[in-house]
């Protein structure tokens, strides 16, 4: 298996434009996490599906920031409009739940810089 | 509100040395805690896991403590090598919650 696989691995964009992130998870893992990561704050989770609905969307800082996940296999980030504060790693993660304990699959990440 | 807090600050260790590394918590009564590597660039890559009845876990040159009276865990990693310089997190969990920790980065020196 390729693992998860995020694109694009880098984007750098104007401050107000849109920006979607894209997530494929693990074949077979049923809960998927979008996290950000900055030198201040570290890692945190934004939102996490499972069974592609989403749990917990507690994270997500703003209505700015929208995820959503049609299939097993794919999922969103968007964020509109994006704003430099935005600027981080952006990171995806599967897993398959059992018995309440996650061994979570991160992605290489999506390094976002809004100008 | 729940906090993690690992060692701010770098972690020089001479190669062949044990390296231990803290994760303490507030506010907060994991069912499960993990410890994860992350290397610069790229994403963390998942070590451990301990459960909140369990005292010690290891893996071949790691091991991990959780003591949930002192709401500590401690991550040993015996006979370090240059390769095992990274940043390591943990991160606490229940039910649907997970929260991680910003992370302590371990030098190992040759």
């Known amino acids: 298996d390729a693992g998860v696989i995020q694109s694009p691995r880098h984007e750098v964009t104007e401050m107000g434009q849109e920006v979607t992130l894209r997530c494929k998870p693990i074949s077979g893992h049923n809960s998927l996490f979008w996290y950000r990561q900055t030198m201040m704050r570290g890692l945190e989770l934004l939102i996490y599906?499972?069974?592609?609905?989403?749990?917990?969307d507690s994270g997500m800082p703003e209505d700015r920031f929208s995820a959503k996940m049609p299939n097993a296999s794919f999922s969103t980030l968007k964020i509109q409009p994006s704003e430099p504060r935005d600027s981080a790693v952006y990171f995806c993660a599967s897993s398959s739940r059992t018995s309440g304990s996650d061994e979570q699959f991160f992605g290489p990440g999506t390094r976002l810089t809004v100008l | 509100s729940q906090k993690i807090e690992q060692n701010s600050e770098a972690l020089n260790i001479q190669e062949g040395k044990t390296a231990t590394l803290t994760c303490n918590y507030t506010?907060?009564?994991?069912?499960?805690l993990q410890w994860y590597r992350q290397d610069p660039g790229r994403g963390p890559v998942f070590l451990l896991l301990i459960r909140e009845n369990e005292k010690e876990k290891r893996k071949e040159r790691l091991k991990v403590t959780f003591d949930t009276t002192l709401k500590q865990s401690l991550f040993h990693i015996t006979a370090s090598q240059p390769a095992d310089s990274a940043t390591y997190l943990c991160?606490?969990?229940?039910?649907?919650?997970?929260?991680f920790g910003k992370g302590t980065r371990l030098h190992i020196l040759p």
């Open positions: 599906f499972n069974n592609n609905v989403p749990i917990d």
């Open positions: 506010n907060y009564s994991p069912a499960y």
């Open positions: 991160a606490l969990q229940r039910d649907d919650k997970i929260i």
